[in-house]
């Protein structure tokens, strides 16, 4: 039987935005553009930062949109993937 180890570290970039208050990164979508520029969309975007101690609500409709990844978890972190 040979078993196969999955990597758990996501590679997939993000589109996000860096939150008002706290500067850390609001991830909203996937990037499937490949790095490409891709034309802004039309609408508003509404988000909320996804850290407990900020929670800072804001439109950020009109906010640089950039590319992040994922950090990569600590070996001894448990959890499931998203």
Not at 10 to 17: K, M, P, Q, S, T
Not at 29 to 50: F, R
């Amino acid at each position: 039987m040979r078993i196969v180890q999955w990597s758990k570290v996501d590679a997939r970039w993000y589109l996000g935005v860096r939150c008002r208050k706290c500067e850390t990164p609001i991830l909203f979508a996937v990037d499937h553009s490949e790095g490409e520029v891709q034309p802004a969309a039309a609408g508003k975007l509404l988000l909320t930062c996804s850290r407990e101690e900020c929670g800072h609500k804001a439109d950020y409709s009109r906010a640089k949109v950039s590319r992040f990844q994922k950090p990569a978890r600590a070996a001894n972190e448990t959890g499931r993937n998203l």
